[in-house]
């Protein structure tokens, strides 16, 4: 999940021309402010109703939305910088590479905990109301947010012990391995990377399994969610994806050395900003109730502007 290196790796080595650099950072910019649309008037339609906030499902569901975009955000801005400042402060690089990392993190762990609510709903249908309260659900995103944390803290920790303390006023391009750059820290992450993924994966198949089972005999709503399953699933496969970009990016290197900056590009766009677009399709647009009041909120918006817009 090095998704610090994946967003801004693509100009390290190479500079666009002008042309070039506009159009690309236009296409990022449309693509984060798209997704940031949806993603606002999900987060209003979820605070407008009663029915959403008090539902642990929509509670966990609207996390990642706003987790997402904050992702999102500070993707693009390092995206940005690279074209704009080239080198920043290593401390501000700092800061902006722990938040990208702390919300990179937090997907597959928030995936994983809707796994788990589906399966409660599903095959626990009786104790559902007792076990996913909505207190316990805001107790499991601090718990997801505190074991980010514990898994990034320590680069910030090692790399402060190691480095001169004149480094952290030096410019650097801004990329994870130029900050943190201990051979230690390379090392705990990849361990650590590891074995939140097993462990994600299990509690996904085993979610799964244990709905597939049920749905066999059961209602249609068991069956939506063993797909549901499936979508997370997938969603996690995209998180994933940035364990193949560096050698992805070789790969591409090798083949494509004329158009390095082109095919690296296109990674960024599928790695950083595709993950980011599935989670309010999927999850927001897919569900029924949300759909019918997202869809009142959007023609309720459309119809001030039309009336703003109308000449008296």
């Not at 900050?179 to 990849?190: A, D, L, W």
């Not at 709905?211 to 969603?235: E, M, W, Y």
């Amino acid at each position: 999940m090095n998704l610090s290196s994946a967003n801004i790796s693509l100009v390290a080595s190479q500079r666009d021309s002008f042309s070039k650099a506009v159009a690309k950072n236009v296409i990022v910019v449309a693509l984060g402010i798209s997704i940031t649309f949806i993603n606002a008037s999900l987060v209003h339609t979820f605070h407008k109703h009663q029915i959403f906030n008090t539902n642990p499902r929509y509670i966990l569901f609207i996390h990642m939305v706003i987790n997402d975009t904050l992702q999102l955000t500070l993707t693009i801005l390092l995206f940005l910088l690279s074209y704009t400042l080239y080198h920043i402060n290593v401390s501000l690089c700092s800061f902006i590479i722990m938040l990208a990392l702390f919300t990179t993190e937090n997907t597959p762990l928030n995936l994983a905990c809707m796994a788990l609510e589906c399966y409660v709903a599903v095959c626990l249908p009786l104790h559902h109301a007792r076990i996913c309260t909505v207190w316990r659900t805001y107790l499991c995103i601090a718990l997801i947010w505190a074991t980010s944390m514990f898994s990034i803290f320590p680069d910030l920790f090692t790399a402060l012990a190691t480095e001169p303390i004149t480094f952290f006023s030096t410019r650097v391009f801004c990329l994870r391995e130029f900050v943190f750059r201990s051979p230690h820290i390379i090392r705990k992450r990849e361990i650590t990377y590891v074995l939140l993924l097993v462990i994600i994966w299990l509690t996904l198949l085993y979610t799964y399994f244990r709905i597939l089972f049920t749905a066999r005999t059961a209602s249609v709503d068991a069956k939506k969610a063993r797909n549901t399953i499936l979508l997370h699933g997938f969603q996690l496969l995209l998180c994933m994806s940035t364990y193949v970009y560096p050698p992805l990016k070789a790969f591409l290197n090798y083949w494509f050395p004329n158009s390095r900056t082109d095919s690296l590009f296109a990674c960024y766009i599928i790695i950083s900003i595709l993950p980011r677009s599935i989670s309010p399709v999927v999850y927001g647009l897919r569900d029924k109730t949300f759909r019918m009041y997202l869809k009142k909120h959007l023609m309720c918006r459309l119809t001030l502007v039309m009336v703003a817009l109308k000449p008296s």
